[in-house]
């Protein structure tokens, strides 16, 4: 028997679910969700699908702020896909969107038929969701879930890796496609050396695509982890995969389950460089050793370099399977996920670091990681005890009390 309870915990703060103040007008809203799809256009967030434990959300939502730095949620529409762990990519002029692959419980495929990729187009003009064209074509991916999508710098579309639909599914996809928008036509490119799936795709400026995390397979049927010390590259122009040794000294190794994430958020630096790469599971689902993760590790594409700094203001609770989005220059919002026994509708917000200015030489200038925190508000940019600093009662130590993060989210109980 599954009991499903819904709980709030607060500590000395706003009534909102979540630790961010929340415009009263939003409480209409309540997304608890993970594996849901995220973007950006102009300082706004939207938020697509996503798993709400038992059924598929086919929400789009979006995330703004006032001039207060409160948050607003607005549904845009509900007569989209119910549909979870898909991808998202925005088309340009910022009118319209794909979501392809997912996992929908109107459709799980338990034959050994192939089917084409789900994507459908969402047009915020007209308010309205249609097949993406192209899908009839004799060339065109199966359908998955858990897999990698991004458009690269050339406005082309990479599709890579996942998993065939539906629950317990695990065989890997060794195979990536590219899609045109401007043709409609899907490419099937090069085998990739090895398959992907809950892993992590970034596209950087110069066309190259870095994949990290996750899991891996070499022959389609055994999994397992692909460690944060080493990463595949694949570079658009010539249709060419290469792996890339990461360093991780800077990360805090007990064992090597300490490098195995997927299931992570990832969010490209405004500068181009830098990946901030958040929580995520190591993966080993059922074993006591099964851990979940709610820091922020960054990457540096230059040197190759894993940073795990020391991040103040209140932390995130532990999760993966969350969105991450990069709001302006300044702020990047992971939000929602899970982990093994809640469902969150936490909105956490990091201010990117600053820049350390070097007054002597020539070098270009640095960014100094210890200036990243956790916000309790964009406009005034402070962390909650930098807001509120009276807000501790005498005789409770303030660590302790940063310890204790508020939760939002659904409780499963077993019984």
């Known amino acids: 028997m599954f009991i499903v309870v819904t709980f709030l915990v607060a500590l000395f703060i706003h009534k909102s679910c979540s630790i961010y103040p929340t415009a009263e007008s939003a409480n209409t809203i309540n997304p608890i969700l993970h594996a849901s799809t995220a973007f950006t256009i102009n300082g706004t967030v939207y938020v697509h699908g996503g798993s709400m434990i038992a059924s598929n959300s086919n929400q789009l939502f979006s995330i703004s702020f ?101 629950p317990g599914n695990s065989k890997i996809l060794m195979d990536s496609w590219v899609y045109n928008p401007l043709t409609q036509a899907f490419t099937n490119l090069s085998t990739p050396p090895i398959g992907l799936y809950d892993s992590s795709a970034i596209a950087l400026s110069d066309g190259r695509i870095l994949y990290v995390g996750g899991l891996t397979s070499k022959d389609s049927d055994y999994n397992y982890p692909f460690y944060l010390n080493r990463s595949m590259i694949y570079y658009t122009d010539n249709d060419t995969w290469i792996e890339q040794e990461l360093k991780t000294q800077a990360i805090h190794v007990i064992d090597h389950y300490n490098i195995s994430r997927k299931d992570a958020s990832a969010v490209l630096g405004p500068e181009g460089r830098y990946i901030y790469y958040f929580g995520g599971t190591n993966g080993f689902s059922g074993y006591d050793f099964e851990l979940y993760y709610n820091d922020i590790l960054v990457l540096d594409t230059q040197s190759w370099t894993w940073v795990a700094p020391d991040i103040s203001g209140i932390k995130p609770t532990h999760r993966s399977e969350s969105i991450g989005a990069r709001i302006n220059n300044e702020y990047v919002l992971f939000g929602f996920g899970a982990n093994s026994a809640y469902v969150y509708s936490e909105a956490n917000f990091l201010r990117l670091p600053e820049v350390k200015k070097d007054t002597i030489s020539d070098a270009e200038d640095e960014l100094d990681f210890e200036s990243l925190k956790w916000v309790y508000n964009i406009t005034t940019g402070k962390t909650y005890y930098e807001q509120y600093p009276t807000v501790i009662p005498s005789g409770i130590n303030k660590s302790a009390v940063i310890a204790i993060t508020v939760v939002c989210g659904l409780v499963i109980l077993s019984g």
């Not at 989209?80 to 692959?101: C, R, T």
Request: proline share 6%; net charge negative.
């Open 66 to 166: 006032d001039e207060y730095g409160l948050l607003h949620y607005e549904i845009i529409n509900e007569q989209g896909p119910a549909v979870s762990y898909h991808q998202a990519i925005i088309l340009p002029g910022n009118d319209s969107f794909i979501v392809f692959g997912g996992l929908r419980y109107d459709f799980l495929d338990v034959s050994d038929a192939v089917e084409p990729i789900f994507a459908e187009v969402y047009s915020f003009s007209q308010n309205k969701w249609s097949i993406l064209p192209g899908l009839n074509q004799t060339a065109v991916p199966s359908d998955r879930q858990q897999h990698c999508a991004v458009m690269a710098s050339n406005g082309l579309i990479y599709i890579h890796g996942g998993v065939v639909p539906g």
